[in-house]
């Protein structure tokens, strides 16, 4: 286990300052527009992950798991909900069954924008790389519970006198711990004491019940904040979260305790610069979720939107599924293909052959429609609809193959019920028009690696 950075003496030293004084506080984390603050979080969790039964009959697949994750970073307030942060350390140490690995962000995802999202528009806070595109670890890694801006919308109170005490509403618990939605929200803040320093103790404790991922959760929370009201920042947090999740067809579950360290500090204050200030302005403004990146050493990349969760990631196989509010709505299986002769591209006509031959085969499943088309990425997609039936249901495949000038390949198959259909929006071509085929030269860097 890696040291708090947070040490107990130096928490002990904000509390031991804090001594009734002045009563009916502004509590706020709203800081001047420009200031900058320096945060450095750490957290430690320890538990089992879960993984989904196989059979309904069968015991779910569990293993321990331990987490050591660091957060470092400045951030440049513009209010309450938005700010600009620059990472100098991000990185989680997970080990599952003594086998351990490491996530961090890339050189070019140190920067981001980070804001609290209207409803309906994916978690409650999300994170843009200013000039790069997340990966789904790299998200992940960011999801991590009590973010600074998540704590904002927490501790937000007009005025509170000393041993009063409120509740945060719904989506500010929900934030706190990253969640799609909130089902019973129990969390209570307290404002203990107050100093002449100016310096606020406020408990937060409780529980939260909610879903994230399809997953039902349970949190309980034991924490306490140190604000800085003149400042309206915040001086220290500590947390100890105790959560039950369980798995689901998107994301293994997990039981065990998280303990949370954070240390915050006011570093001055900056305008920024007109070219990035548009940058920010955008995406606060934007009504979607940040985008993700997907590659490997793979002929082919893809950049798509979170709802699409990869649940298995190999060289040339992913396997994605699409989810609204942790319903999953369709499946999308995609593989990299034999290079064809450049100029011998597949056709149409043979396309549904291969399909009729080799898919569809003596079933019941029939051909639909099929059409051709061409990508923003400047390849050629052929698809196929074929609908028949699985267990009783109506299903739809969409079988598509996608190629560019020099041949290489790729083929994707979206499974989706027929009553589902609307709900996935065009979903599969938006995919389709991500994909690209990755330059010679990366394809050759990633071999001489190996």
């Known amino acids: 286990m890696h040291r708090f950075i947070l040490t107990c003496s130096l928490l002990a030293s904000l509390l031991a300052s804090l001594t009734a004084a002045a009563s009916d506080t502004s509590i706020n984390l709203n800081p001047a527009a420009g200031t900058i603050v320096n945060c450095r979080t750490q957290l430690e969790f320890e538990g089992t992950v879960i993984g989904q039964a196989a059979k309904a009959d069968e015991a779910s697949p569990s293993a321990a798991l331990r987490v050591s994750a660091v957060h470092v970073f ?4 513009f209010d309450r909900q938005n700010a600009l942060r620059k990472y100098s350390e ?4 997970i080990n599952i069954d003594n086998r351990e690995t490491k996530t961090q962000l890339s050189p070019s995802n140190q920067q981001l924008i980070v804001r609290r999202s209207a409803g309906g528009f994916g978690r409650p806070v999300q994170y843009f790389a200013l000039s790069g595109t997340l990966t789904q670890p790299e998200l992940e890694l960011l999801w991590a519970p009590c973010d600074m801006l998540a704590l904002a919308e927490v501790l937000a109170k007009g005025r509170a006198n000393i041993n009063e005490s409120w509740n945060p509403k719904d989506f500010a618990a929900q934030a706190l711990f990253s969640l799609d939605s909130i089902i019973e929200n129990n969390l209570k803040l307290t404002l203990k004491e107050m100093s002449a320093q100016n310096l606020a103790k406020i408990y937060i404790t409780g529980d939260v019940r909610g879903e994230v991922d399809g ?3 349970a949190i309980r929370i034991s924490a306490v904040a140190v604000v800085d009201t003149a400042a309206s920042t915040l001086k220290a947090f500590r947390a100890n979260i105790a959560e039950n ?9 997990f039981e065990g305790t998280a303990k949370i360290d954070m240390v915050a500090t006011v570093k001055g204050s900056r305008e920024l610069n007109d070219q990035i200030a548009r940058q920010v302005s955008a995406k606060i403004n934007e009504k979607q979720n940040s985008k993700l990146l997907w590659n490997s050493d793979s002929e082919f990349e893809l950049v798509y939107d979170p709802r ?15 989810a609204d509010q942790g319903n999953v709505l369709a499946q999308c299986n995609i593989m990299s293909l034999p290079k064809r002769p450049a100029d011998k591209p597949l056709s149409l006509a043979d396309f549904q052959t291969q399909l009729t031959k080799n898919v569809i085969g003596n079933s019941q499943a029939k051909i639909r429609q099929a059409d051709s088309l061409t990508t923003a990425n400047d390849l050629k997609a052929l698809v196929v609809n074929v609908a028949g039936m699985q267990e009783d249901i ?3 495949w969409l079988y598509y193959h996608v190629s560019d000038a020099e041949g ?13 259909l609307p709900s996935l929006a065009n979903a599969d071509l938006k995919l389709i028009e991500s994909i690209r085929f990755t330059p010679r030269d990366r394809k050759a860097e990633a071999e001489n690696k190996h």
């Open 308 to 322: 699409w969760r990869i649940i298995l990631s190999d060289t040339d196989v992913v396997l994605l599924r699409y």
């Open 245 to 253: 999740r369980t798995a689901s067809t998107l994301a293994p579950g």
């Open 90 to 93: 991000a990185l989680a140490n």
């Open 215 to 217: 997953c039902r959760t």
């Open 408 to 420: 290489r390949c790729a083929a994707l198959v979206f499974i989706v019920e027929d009553s589902l």
């Open 74 to 77: 400045d951030q440049i307030n």
């Open 394 to 396: 109506p299903i739809t």
